[in-house]
């Protein structure tokens, strides 16, 4: 190190005896004692072992907790007391440590105050509550006979240097640990799903690893990686829709509680991100966060901003970190189950072999027994006065009986043999002897077995783990794929943009000027100038984008519904071009021109049209020369939709001197295919899932849920499904709905056929008794179904009912009873091929097909379906 020296702190201090400077250099220091300690923080305090999934600490309180086990509690500040025999820190870290594995509900079994993982509520001190070692713990965690020990830190006491845990305990718990220069973040997995994977690994088959949340909730662990460095996992809170202004949260995600749930929501409204009236936590020991929107306020976006802006929805990265051999490794949950699993069949082999090794032993000393006695060699000794005589007499007399024996006799043998009591000799039975070493025979022979079929035996001991244990720990967080949520669609439009057109400006601080809408922070807006260039920038207190402002609204990345209709100038002097087109991405801040570039171009007329409307203008022409027609009409309908850059057709060569509207337009888009995706429970536009069918603005969604709610919806993408929604199709409102029942009140079936009544209401369709719940719903036009009854005691069963439910009532009212389906006791309904029905094709507007350009940079030529022109000036345009 002494290349080093010169880059090193020195300490230097005058010697007063000899009046000279030294130097003394403390060059190992920082780094053999930095590498102690780092070496220290890794391996005794933050990172488990793969061994037996427990760090330093949680070892020594389990080993200190089966010390002081009598079965009975005993208080947690005596454990802690105890604990610090072996671990040489505070008790404060003891206790918090103790408290963590008692929350995790598996090894410790807890009586008092211990916390709450939901709220984030502290236990209560340690001497107030009480812990002794769980059933699982004294089943799993401990064996004395294959355990290694060690010194504790003081030379007092032994300690064991990794317990012996027969099941992934690293797995089921989950770990997490800073160190020195690196963590690690291991996730909790369902305890019955880890004991089936370690099962398929023994039998040779394959498995996947996913994990679960004490706190439920909703993850997307399609990124997990197994665990592995760069994974990630998402959760979500569950959140419902109570009633159309109030949600409810029943689960939250793993790492939040609801205090830090409530308080993230709180500063989203406060920042403005979302809206909310107020937020109840009626949280005990189930999750229930009541939120409170107000009027006007969609719960299905907000449900999406709780996801986008608060903790309802998280990112956990998974980091598997274990020691192995005294050193830190990055291995995946599927290796660390591998591992595990593989160990416990070798302490499991170990356990069989010392207990093979016992049973052994004890059979040997019961034939010894058996011969000592049976054969009377005991009097053998009446005659000898010393030890060695006896020890030899003895020996002599068992010499003809021990020949089928399993091992020789020793001189320890002989010794137990001269130790049995008179009274036991006196009452000695032959046949329980025997009975005794039949006993230990059969036993040998199954441990035998048992070695010789290790996976078998060690599949038969995870297979009794999960019905011993298992019960009560199925999953609880839900697996699904998320679908990612827009911050800019649901983001509530909490501030005011405005327009000052001559300056060229906007923003959202020019109070004086042109209110245009609402907005968010978040937002983009594009403009549009007289001059025909367009721009998109992001919604800021005051931008200059241009003087002369004709059109200035919240940009929508990817919207090719909303068309932009235009006729411009060409240059001073120039001819007048018509264009419509779509703006579906752009580079922001980045200005384009709309026109062909020349110097003096200018827009004559524009709209925007959010459904691709297109409307009739009438153009006026400036009387010059011969000019005969100075004004005829234009449809913008006989256009197609381009790309913003393209040439457009002409209209007129001749000077323009006004343009009028006419008449307004109607969209002249196609209906808006729209899928459901049964993955996500969402709708969308991009072909995946179900199609559910071609949609204009004024066409509505039924949904019809189990609890017997129906109602129609828009189809808005950002929709939220309940989980037993039954029914999910395009709603024909002359189309009757067929309903099959049971009333809880007249217990009886009954049919009802109805039309929805009022749009956008949700209406109860079966009658409100408690005990009453909907059976069948039909949609189609003529629907069949078949009645199976239930064989009355005594008689034969009757033959299945078919009823043609469009025969059997007439269409009601949604809210009535309906007609009796049979008076017998009814054991299933069953839906059948419904009867033909042509039903009749509406009349279809006229449509145009939108084309899809989406290229940012494109510049196309002039349309080459362009003019033919007369010398009067008059246009027609061939499509």
Known sequence: MEEHNDLLPEESHENMEHGQETITRITGMYKDWFLDYASYVI???????????LKPVQRRIMHSLKEMDDGRYNKVANIVGHTMQYHPHGDASIGDAMVQIGQKDLLIDTQGNWGNVLTGDRAAASRYIEARPSKFALDVVYSPKVTDWQMSYDGRKKEPIHLP???????????????????????????????????????????????????????????????????????????????????????????????????????????????????????????????????????????????????????????????????????????????????????????????????????????????????????????????????????????????????DVTEEDITKLTEIRIKRISRFDLDKAQQYIDALEEQIAEVKNSLENLIDHAVDYFTRLKKTYGKGRERKTEIRVFDDVDAKKVVIRNTKLYVNREEGFVGTSLRRDEYVTDCADIDDIIVFTKDGKMQVTKVDAKTFVGKGIIHVAVFKKKDKRTVYNMIYKDGRGGASYIKRFNVTGVTRDKEYDLTQGKKGSDVLYFTANPNGEAEIVTVHLRQAGSIKKLKWDLDFADLGIKGRGVKGNIVTKYAVKRIELKEKGVSTL?????????????????????????????????????????????????????????????????????VIYY??????????????????????????????????????????????????????????????????????????????????????????????????????????????????????????????????GQITLEL
């Open 43 to 53: 391996l005794e305090r933050a990172v488990p072992a793969i061994e037996d999934g």
């Open 165 to 407: 845990v027969k099941f992934p305990l690293l797995l089921a718990q989950g770990a997490e640990g800073i160190a020195v220069g690196l963590s690690t973040k291991i996730l909790p997995h369902n305890f019955n799903e880890l004991i089936d994977a370690s099962i398929k690994h023994l039998k040779g088959r394959r498995f996947a690893l996913v994990p679960d949340f004490p706190t439920a909730g909703i993850m997307d662990a399609s990124n997990y990686s197994d665990g592995n460095r760069g994974g990630k996992v998402r959760v979500r809170a569950k959140i419902s829709q109570q009633d159309k202004n109030t949600l409810t949260i029943t689960q939250i995600p793993f790492g939040t509680t609801t205090s830090s749930l409530i308080e993230s929501i709180l500063k989203a409204n406060e920042k403005g991100k979302i809206k909310i009236k107020r937020i109840e936590d009626n949280t005990a020991a189930d999750v229930e966060i009541l939120i409170h929107l107000p009027s006007g306020i969609s719960p299905d976006k907000t449900i999406d901003a709780l996801y986008a802006f608060t903790s309802c929805e998280s990112s956990i990265s998974p980091l598997g970190c274990i020691i192995e051999d005294n050193r830190p490794s990055f291995i995946g949950v599927s290796e660390m189950l591998k591992r595990s699993t593989d160990h416990t069949v070798e302490l499991l082999k170990s356990e069989l072999a010392i207990k093979l090794n016992e049973l052994e032993e004890q059979w040997h000393f019961a034939s010894l027994e058996r011969i000592f006695i049976e054969n009377r060699i005991y009097r053998d000794i009446e005659e000898e006065e010393t030890w060695e005589g006896v020890i030899s007499a003895i020996g002599k007399g068992l010499e003809p009986h021990v020949e089928h024996l399993k091992r």
């Open 670 to 738: 196609k209906p808006r295919k729209i899928w459901f995706d049964d993955t996500v429970q969402r709708l969308n536009v991009d072909g995946r899932g179900e199609l559910l069918g071609a949609f204009r603005g004024e066409d509505r969604l039924l949904v019809i849920n189990q609890k017997g709610f129906a109602k129609t919806i828009i189809p808005e993408l950002t929709t939220h499904f309940d989980d037993d929604m039954i029914v999910l199709e395009k709603w024909n409102p002359k189309k009757p709905i067929s």
């Open 743 to 872: 009333d809880g009140n007249k217990e009886r079936y009954y049919v009802k056929r109805f039309l929805i009544e009022s749009e956008g209401r949700e209406d109860l369709i079966i009658t409100d008794h408690p005990k009453s719940q909907l059976e069948l719903v039909l949609t189609d036009w003529r629907p069949m179904a078949e009645v199976e009854f239930y064989k009355p005691r005594g008689k034969d069963t009757k033959p299945n009912l078919t009823v043609n439910l469009e025969e059997f009532i007439a269409i009601k009212g949604i809210s009535a009873l309906g007609n009796q389906l049979t008076k017998e006791k009814v054991k299933n309904v069953n839906p059948l091929e419904s009867l033909p029905y042509e039903e009749p094709e509406p009349l279809q507007p006229e449509e145009m097909e939108v084309i899809d350009e989406e290229t940012v940079e494109e510049e196309q030529g002039p349309d080459t379906t362009a003019e033919n022109s007369d010398e009067e």
